[in-house]
């Protein structure tokens, strides 16, 4: 992994006026390494971290996108449905502690909230965001499928049909929100193919190992 390092979550943090008195990253690294996750790792950020250097000039405040998703599945328990208002509240805990600008906060948060992918987002940020922890479901097909296996495997205690029917729920809300974006910056993925949510129904597709 390039981007997930410390020195570029420190250069992240720097260009928002922070110096962290702790070492917030070991702190992030441990929650991403939990034995539980199986995409949602510090691989899936570094991945997203990536595309955000791909795509910065889409940015309107570059360094809060970032942070946004160093923290955006810091909190990851597939028992709850508030893990992204935790992520939210440990990013604005930890940035206020550091005494960053309050505004600066505030959009830290709305950012990773958008990323319940409930509804279509008007902030250029917010879009751009949403577009990169989305574009998982644009790419090739071997991909997307070892992406869904490994989300099956995070949620391995969920009896089979009834696994099969949220996620065919669960992705039909991610493609619709991605359609309902006026986007004012390039697509990052290539358009998910609506015949990926049948492949969800398939338990060879994505059963665990």
């Avoid at 510090?42 to 595309?51: E, G, S």
């Avoid at 570059?62 to 508030?82: C, G, K, M, N, P």
């Avoid at 949403?130 to 490994?150: K, N, T």
Wanted: contains cysteine; aromatic residues 8%.
């Amino acid at each position: 992994m390039k981007c997930f390092t410390a020195p570029n979550l420190r250069t992240s943090l720097a260009a928002l006026g922070v110096r962290p008195s702790r070492d917030i990253f070991t702190d992030l690294a441990s929650a991403y390494a939990a034995p539980d996750r199986h995409y949602h790792t510090a691989r899936h950020v570094d991945a997203c971290l990536a595309q955000v250097q791909r795509y910065r000039a889409f940015a309107q405040q570059q360094a809060e996108v970032e942070i946004a998703l160093w923290f955006h599945d810091a909190i990851y328990d597939t028992h709850r449905s508030d893990n992204e208002q935790r992520s939210a509240e440990w990013a604005s805990e930890f940035l206020s502690s550091e005494r960053a600008d309050p505004e600066c906060v505030s959009r830290v948060h709305a950012l990773i909230m958008a990323t319940r992918h409930k509804a279509a987002v008007e902030d250029l940020d917010q879009q751009l965001l949403v577009d990169i922890d989305l574009g998982i479901l644009g790419q090739p097909r071997s991909v997307f499928d070892d992406y869904d296996a490994a989300i099956r495997r995070e949620y391995h205690w969920v009896p089979w049909h009834e696994y099969a029917e949220s996620r065919v729920a669960v992705l039909s809300e991610f493609l619709d929100s991605r359609t309902s974006m006026r986007r004012r910056h390039c697509t990052i993925a290539s358009k998910p193919p609506r015949g990926r949510i049948s492949r969800a129904r398939s338990p060879d597709s994505n059963k665990p190992d």
